[in-house]
């Protein structure tokens, strides 16, 4: 089947649904599009009777099993199919289209200009972290005539899966956040991250949109001679026309705001650190690109309040707790650990592993550990996870579980002004808010 005939046999059924389309035989709701997707550890197909018999309107297999049989529609590949009827869609939505990507910040930064463009109209943004190659089309395909702004996170962890997703979209605006040192263990080098992201730009230049740019990134400075349409933000160069004046980093961010060397008036966030500045910035920039005052852009920005641990702050029996726990790279830990070692008081940090690094590994969690030592905290930081303690071996505070580490505070209970706690979500090192609310 052409991709037109099946846009044109799926489609209406769409419309009519009232955009309702699913991809879980579980959720399916009467008069549903279901696609039958298939992955490493399940086959949609296997549900294609039951969603005829749950009510679906449409049923999109892959499976030669079902080629012949008229109830269905057959297509070589379900997920390219979806991918196929989320860039139709789109393309016929009405909304300013917003892309955002980079190593780190992604759903910060989205959630920020989601909080911003809410003033200027109805937006709809990613939900979660539905940045990949099955999220970013039922995000596509979940936008009505009535939204106004769509903000698409777009996620990667190996080459050639950026330039999917971007060729979905023909955007209006976009970000790159920052390039930094993520999923090393499927890019390699930070110079292929570069070039990975690089295709968010890549699509602005072919549809003629705005780019959002960090300048304080040299990767990004220099990618930027390419644009065409450009803003550019900063925390260290005044001749940016967003630039943040950072007076205090942590626990709250105060800067003073400049737009196009004219200050705008003194802020303060609860998205702690100068590099959380940035995503402030990149939802200020946006708001003012689509009509509203950077004063009133950025009052909007710093309204946003950071939860799912992701750079939050939790006071728990008089201890103030940064808690960014849902995932960690070599760039956001650096950045997050340098904004921490400017407070003044007692602190204490807990690293956790971070994933995914590959061949990096051994050298990028011992590099931690010097930046702890350059700062003059490295007495007061505890490694966790099986990395760490294969990198560090010569620390005397690591542990290989969070569970070893809980068992050890049990008879060595801490004594702080401030913690640091961050990992990769597979250490789970949220569970350390159980022996601080014990204490």
Request: aromatic share 10%; with cysteine; net charge negative.
């Amino acid at each position: 089947m052409e991709w037109s005939d099946f846009i044109d046999r799926v489609y209406p059924a769409f419309i009519e649904s009232n955009y309702q389309l699913c991809t879980d035989s579980r959720a399916l709701k009467p008069g549903d599009v279901f696609f039958c997707l298939t992955g490493d550890r399940f086959d949609g197909n296997n549900f294609a009777v039951q969603a005829i018999e749950q009510g679906a309107s449409l049923v999109i297999v892959d499976s030669e099993a079902f080629k012949s049989d008229s109830r269905f529609v057959y297509v070589e590949n379900s997920l390219i199919a979806l991918q196929q009827l989320a860039k139709y869609h789109f393309a016929q939505m009405p909304c300013k289209k917003i892309i955002v990507g980079g190593s780190n910040g992604k759903t910060t930064t989205k959630e920020v200009s989601k909080t911003v463009l809410n003033a200027a109209g109805i937006t709809l943004a990613t939900p979660g972290n539905w940045n990949n190659h099955i999220g970013v089309p039922l995000t596509l395909l979940s936008i009505t005539p009535s939204h106004e702004y769509a903000i698409i996170e777009l996620g990667t962890n190996h080459p050639g899966e950026m330039k999917v997703l971007c060729d979905l979209i023909a955007p209006d605006a976009g970000i790159i956040t920052n390039i930094g040192k993520e999923h090393l263990e499927g890019f390699g080098d930070i110079e292929t991250v570069a070039k990975e992201e690089s295709e968010v730009y890549l699509s602005l230049m072919s549809s003629h949109g705005l780019a959002i740019v960090n300048i304080d990134d040299s990767w990004l400075n220099s990618m930027k001679k390419r644009l065409d349409k450009q803003l550019t933000i900063s925390t260290l160069n005044k001749e940016a026309d967003f630039f943040a004046d950072i007076h205090n980093e942590m626990p709250l961010l105060t800067f003073d705001l400049y737009h196009q060397g004219v200050q705008v008036g003194s802020f303060s966030s609860p998205l702690s650190g100068r590099y959380n500045a940035y995503n402030l910035l990149f939802g200020t920039a946006l708001g003012v690109f689509y009509g509203l005052n950077a004063q009133e852009s950025m009052s909007l920005a710093c309204q946003y309040v950071p939860s799912n641990n992701r750079s939050e702050w939790r006071t728990v029996n008089g201890i103030q707790i940064f808690l960014d726990a849902y995932n960690a790279n070599p760039s956001s830990m650096t950045f997050a650990i340098q904004s921490f070692a400017t407070l003044k008081g007692n602190k204490q940090l807990f690293l956790g592993d971070m994933l995914e690094l590959g061949d990096h590994s051994e050298t990028e969690h011992s590099a931690l550990l010097e930046l702890c030592t350059s700062l003059g905290i490295q007495e007061n930081t505890f490694l966790v996870g099986e990395e760490f303690c294969e990198s560090c071996p010569k620390h005397p505070y690591r542990f290989k579980t969070i569970d070893n580490l809980l068992a050890w505070l049990d008879t060595h209970p801490i004594e702080c002004e401030y913690a640091f706690i961050k990992g990769s979500r597979g250490i789970k090192m949220e569970r350390l808010l159980e022996h601080f609310q014990s204490t």
